[in-house]
């Protein structure tokens, strides 16, 4: 790929003198490599090709800034962070009316901003933290498509809303641990119909002869996959022994039974969900050297 320089700088500004205030900033030049695509027949899908980047139009290019403020209030914390970037000559897929995998790539420019904020207490044996983050990312790419000479989207990982919080405390006999994820619907391509392709190679007797089903798509990426949520608990307790330690854990994965999407077929129309709700035991048995 040829000799590239990458300059990055990063700042810290104490205005008090001390850590419980500091703003943070950060700006850099990045560059990739490799790119992923995946299967636009699949919604869901969690399979990617990884190909080299195309060298026609250059590698892609990404110019990042960061600022952020945290403040420590006693036992809290709050953490405030902001955030943009623009971006050159990124591969993305050709697209087609029809469903079809292809690693054809053409060139597409875009930008992304949005903003963390992140609350912590930690409290004698009870540690807890909650973080909110919102994000906006737009490409855009000269294809063309449905009469188009250009098309602007939001790309599939464009996730706008998100929401993490934890829970740890140490209840004495045991510890106990929450956790809860959240996020607002990915984008996809919906489809808006079938018809069939009849090959021209040897034609045969259409009425006899239907041709093979073929999935047509609208506009890219114009669809939002449902919300995400998910709530995890657990209890943990250690055992030590002059030989050996031994950990106990007993809780379950997606408590509240949530049926978040996995992948949806949109030839079969068969939708296929994560995991319902999974109690498990866990034991874990270590040295006493290794602690």
Do not use: C
Request: proline fraction near 5%; charge should be positive.
């Amino acid at each position: 790929y040829g000799f590239n320089i990458e300059p990055r700088f990063r700042a810290t500004w104490r205005p008090f003198g001390d850590e419980a205030h500091k703003l943070n900033a950060a700006l850099g030049v990045y560059r990739q490599t490799i790119v992923g695509i995946s299967d636009e027949r699949d919604l869901g899908s969690a399979f990617r090709a990884w190909l080299p980047s195309p060298l026609e139009e250059g590698r892609p290019r990404s110019i990042h800034a960061i600022l952020g403020w945290r403040q420590q209030i006693g036992d809290y914390s709050i953490t405030l962070e902001g955030y943009g970037k623009t971006m050159k000559n990124l591969a993305v897929p050709i697209w087609s009316t029809y469903a079809r995998f292809t690693t054809e790539m053409t060139s597409a420019t875009g930008k992304t901003w949005g903003f963390d904020v992140r609350g912590e207490l930690s409290r004698g044996n009870i540690y807890a933290y909650i973080g909110y983050g919102f994000s906006w990312t737009q490409y855009r790419t000269s294809q063309e498509y449905f009469s188009e000479s250009s098309q602007t989207y939001h790309p599939a990982h464009d996730q706008r809303h998100s929401i993490s919080a934890l829970f740890n405390a140490d209840l004495g006999f045991a510890g106990m641990n929450i956790r809860l994820q959240m996020g607002t619907g990915m984008p996809y391509t919906r489809p808006f119909g079938f018809d069939s392709l009849i090959p021209m190679r040897n034609l045969e007797d259409p009425r006899r002869n239907y041709g093979e089903p073929r999935l047509l798509f609208d506009k890219p990426y114009t669809g939002r996959m449902p919300v995400y949520h998910r709530l995890d608990v657990s209890l943990k307790r250690k055992f030590n022994f002059e030989l050996a330690n031994l950990t106990a854990k007993v809780g379950a994965i997606n408590a509240y039974n949530r049926q978040n999407l996995f992948y949806f077929d949109l030839f079969r129309l068969r939708r296929v969900n994560q995991l319902p709700v999974v109690p498990f035991v866990a034991i874990e048995v270590s040295t006493s050297t290794e602690d």
